[in-house]
């Protein structure tokens, strides 16, 4: 069931990209010449079917497309309010939905004849994803990822490494994600003519965060027609977790129009007031970074600050604009959800279910179970279950570790 | 425009020395001594670099200076005052404040402005402010008799090149590489027909930035551009001499210190 996406909404942005008053290109006059060219050859390919049909067909046979739609009855009576139907992102090739975009970026590099491919990375997800569809279409990948990421994330370094990928630990600043973003630009820059960037999220400047959705989209337009095909309806609402936004913006583009309630869960890490969250809509102002105007997380005098999550790809200190937006439009919802409410929502599904979250997802998934809780039963909820949580094993074992005092039986 | 900005960034004035410091670098202090020694040896405009956590446009060096900068928590309002105080020591010199866009949008426009005139600055740059998104910024400049100033690319189009060139105010800040700012042995053969590219739209004097850091280089630019900016280069002496320049005894000795490194290795063949 490979179909052309609808994408008629692919320019729903100003020519300067902007999303109401978010979004935009705020990058030195060095990178202008970079965003244009993509921009002309992201809207030469999308109206080229040929494209679209390589598109579609490498996500089929190499990911494993069309993830199903999964109705968790148990978890679903044990909440004891709507029934819970979760998009198996999860299931892709490399365990997350960051290879919808990778793979889309990586044919569109191919097409406008970029021999090299560039990437940031903060826990290491996209990283891989990046180095997977590199290795796949045979171009040399090199992955920026700040210093202090690269100790943390070990395991997936090496993965990056043995799919053929060099990473390139960034140093400036925090040596933390945002700072490898910088980095990546400051890269791209220099390096324009034969290389190019793969922006993992719906951030950035114009025209990333389109192509970055359009290239999601196809979770939320599979996922409307498939539960459509399960209970003869929409669902009532729909949850996923933001960080730069990439999955969430992928699951409601298709119900934008839709009566769908939308509901995005942000990192509140800690808890909203404490210091250590990634709450950019809750907790931030507007402002500029990366390239975009968003919502973001800075002190008063407007410098960044670093936000923090019990999940990396959460870690973020901006959001995606067009979130931004939908959150100034109030079309969509936006709500912190703690640490500890993440790790008891992938416990849940891990018990009652069988299906291990990643920390990001479990997010989206508690912000879920708080909302079905208080509908009625015959009403449906659809939650991006952005990842796998695979990845994730040894964050949990060291909380339960420090709960349980070293039993974690 | 304002009168020092006539009067002292025009063409047929040999090559205009325009150098980058990062105010608060590595303190208020050392940064106006730096300014008042720049001015003695010859510079025609000082860019008064304000540090951001940030600094996409930015190589490893001026990163680092913004580092040392935030290190004692500098801000805007502090970089103002230090103009403010820069004049009243006897800069006489324009003062374009380069400022992130962010750092600018928290502050407040308007509240920079008002502050600008009464203080004495001349000029302000915002690198991540590309044309499209400087139109209302360049207006109030405009209106204040200030001077945005923009950058060009060798990548930037022709198109682009006549759509910026035409707004411009105060001079033309020619990308001399791609990438980042920081220093760099030799020129890309690209440039030099990136700056007759230039020249041909452009009324403005025009200088070059990004990787100058030797008087052969300028020497090179000679006929090809009006001016020079030197950021990395300077910014990397004071980070070689930052203890010294933090301690209110030694300070003096490393100004002069950086002053003759400066003048023996880089410039003064051109300027005096």
Known sequence: MIRQPQLE?????DENGRYGMFGGRYVPETLMHAVLELE????????????????????????????????????????????????????????????????????????????????????GQHGVASATVAAYFGMPCK????????????????????????VVPVHSGNGT????????????????????????????????????????????DEARSQMIDKIGKLPDAAFACVGGGSNAMGLFTAFLKDSVQLFGAEAGGKGINTDAHAATLTKGSIGIVHGMKTYLLQDQNGQITEPYSISAGLDYP???????????????????????????????????????????????????????????????????LSGRGDKDVQTILHVMDEENGGDHQ | MTARMREYIKKDKGMLFIPFITAGDPDNESTV????????????????????????????????????????????????????????????????????????????????????????????????????????????????????????APTTSDRRLSMICNEAQ???????????TGMRKSFHPDVFPFLKRVKKVSELPIAVGFGISS??????LKNHADGFIVGSAIVTLIGRYTIELADSGTRSSAVDQIRRLLCEKLFVPVNK
């Open chain 1, 177 to 220: 994600l945002k700072d490898a973003v910088n980095e990546v630009l400051r890269y791209w820059a220099a390096n324009v003519e034969d290389t190019a960037y793969i922006d993992g999220s719906v951030v950035g400047p114009h025209p990333y965060p389109m192509i970055v959705r359009d290239f999601q989209r196809i979770i939320g």
């Open chain 2, 170 to 180: 105060g001079f033309i800040y020619c990308v001399s590489s791609l990438g980042v």
């Open chain 1, 40 to 123: 002309q050859g992201f809207k030469e390919a999308i109206d080229d079917p040929s494209f679209l049909n390589d598109y579609h067909r490498i996500l089929h046979e190499y990911s494993g497309r069309p993830t199903p739609v999964t109705y968790c009855e148990r978890l679903s009576n044990l909440i004891g309010g709507a029934r819970i139907f979760l998009k198996r992102e999860d299931l892709n090739h490399t365990g997350a939905h960051k290879i919808n975009n990778a793979v889309g970026q990586a044919l569109l590099a191919r097409r406008m004849g970029k021999k090299k491919i560039i990437a940031e990375t903060g826990a």
């Open chain 1, 9 to 13: 909404e692919k320019y729903r942005t």
């Open chain 1, 318 to 384: 901006g959001i995606g604009p067009e979130h931004a937006y939908l959150y100034q439009s109030g079309r969509v919802t936006y709500e912190a959800i703690t640490d500890d409410e993440a790790v008891d929502a992938l416990i849940k599904l891990s018990k009652f279910e069988g299906i291990l979250p990643a920390l990001e997802s479990a997010h989206g998934l508690a912000l879920a179970m708080k909302r079905a809780k208080a509908m009625k039963h015959d009403q449906n909820v659809l939650v991006c």
């Open chain 1, 143 to 166: 992955v920026f990822m700040g210093a202090v990421d690269v100790e943390r994330q070990a395991l997936n370094v090496f993965r990056m490494k043995l799919l053929g990928a060099e």
């Open chain 2, 33 to 152: 001594q730096i300014a008042l020694m720049l001015q003695s040896i010859g510079a025609n405009a000082l860019e008064l670099g304000i540090p951001y956590s940030d600094p996409l446009a930015d190589g490893p060096v001026i990163q680092e200076a913004s580092k040392r900068a935030l290190s004692h928590g500098e801000t805007l309002f502090d970089a103002m005052a230090l103009v403010k105080m820069m004049r009243r020591q006897g800069l006489k010199i324009p003062v374009i404040i380069f400022t992130y866009a962010n750092v600018l949008l928290q502050f407040g426009v308007d509240v920079f402005f008002q502050q600008a005139k009464t203080i004495g600055v001349d000029g302000l740059l915002v690198p991540d402010l590309p044309y499209e998104e400087s139109r209302l910024l360049a207006d109030t400049c405009r209106k204040q008799d200030m001077s945005l100033i923009s950058l060009v």
């Open chain 2, 215 to 220: 008087s052969e280089q300028v020497e090179e």
